[in-house]
C-alpha cells in the first residue's frame, strides 16, 4: 500500500479556491447546518478574516498536492492554554480514509508544548462527528445549544 503523506498547510490569501472546491465536495455538511455551500466570494472574505485574526488558524489538509480537506481552529479559546478546533472537514470523497485522524493527531502535537486542552466544536446533529472526536479520545463536555455540542481532550 502507498504512503499517504497527509500534511497540513497554513493557509494563504491563494487559498481561496482550493478551500471551496473541498466545500462544494462536501455538500452533506452544509445541509447538515442548514447553509448553503459557500460561493468563492464568500470564501475569499472568510480567508481575510482569518489571515486577520491573530488567534485563527486554519490548514489546508493535503495529500502530496491535493486538497482532501480543511481545518480552522482558534487559539487560546475558550481561554488561555486552550484552543477550539472550530471546523475540520474532509471533502466527501476522501472520508473514511484516516486524513482526519491524522490531520488531528498532527494538529495534536504541533499544539502540545503551549496548549493544556483542546477542544471540538460539533455543529448539528452529527453522530459521524461525535464518533469521530470519541474515537480520538475526546470527551464530551457540554451542549452549547440546541445544535453545538463541545468535546475536549487534555493535551498537556
Same mark, same amino acid.
Given at each position: 500500500?502507498?504512503? +499517504?503523506?497527509?500534511?497540513?498547510?497554513?493557509?494563504?490569501?491563494? &487559498?481561496?479556491?482550493?478551500?471551496?472546491?473541498? @466545500?462544494?465536495?462536501?455538500?452533506?455538511?452544509?445541509? +447538515?447546518?442548514?447553509?448553503?455551500?459557500?460561493?468563492?466570494? &464568500?470564501?475569499?472574505?472568510?480567508?481575510? /478574516?482569518?489571515?486577520?485574526?491573530?488567534?485563527?488558524?486554519?490548514?489546508?489538509?493535503?495529500?502530496?498536492?491535493?486538497?482532501?480537506?480543511?481545518?480552522?481552529?482558534?487559539?487560546?479559546?475558550?481561554?488561555?492554554?486552550?484552543?477550539?478546533?472550530?471546523?475540520?472537514?474532509?471533502?466527501?470523497?476522501?472520508?473514511?480514509?484516516?486524513?482526519?485522524? /491524522?490531520?488531528?493527531?498532527?494538529?495534536?502535537?504541533?499544539?502540545?508544548?503551549?496548549?493544556?486542552?483542546? @477542544?471540538?466544536?460539533?455543529?448539528?446533529?452529527?453522530?459521524?462527528?461525535?464518533?469521530?472526536?470519541?474515537?480520538?479520545?475526546?470527551? @464530551?463536555?457540554?451542549?452549547?445549544?440546541?445544535?453545538?455540542?463541545?468535546?475536549?481532550? +487534555?493535551?498537556?
Amino acid at each position: 500500500m502507498p504512503t +499517504r503523506t497527509v500534511q497540513l498547510h497554513p493557509i494563504t490569501s491563494g &487559498d481561496a479556491e482550493a478551500i471551496q472546491r473541498v @466545500y462544494a465536495q462536501s455538500p452533506g455538511h452544509f445541509e +447538515r447546518i442548514g447553509i448553503e455551500v459557500p460561493a468563492l466570494a &464568500d470564501v475569499e472574505r472568510e480567508v481575510d /478574516t482569518i489571515l486577520s485574526d491573530p488567534q485563527r488558524r486554519a490548514y489546508l489538509i493535503r495529500d502530496g498536492e491535493q486538497a482532501v480537506g480543511y481545518l480552522d481552529l482558534k487559539q487560546r479559546y475558550p481561554s488561555e492554554g486552550e484552543a477550539t478546533v472550530t471546523l475540520i472537514l474532509i471533502a466527501e470523497p476522501y472520508r473514511g480514509r484516516g486524513y482526519g485522524h /491524522t490531520a488531528i493527531a498532527d494538529l495534536e502535537a504541533m499544539l502540545a508544548h503551549d496548549t493544556q486542552r483542546l @477542544y471540538a466544536a460539533v455543529y448539528g446533529h452529527n453522530p459521524g462527528a461525535v464518533a469521530f472526536w470519541k474515537k480520538l479520545g475526546y470527551r @464530551y463536555l457540554k451542549d452549547g445549544g440546541p445544535t453545538l455540542s463541545w468535546y475536549y481532550k +487534555r493535551l498537556s
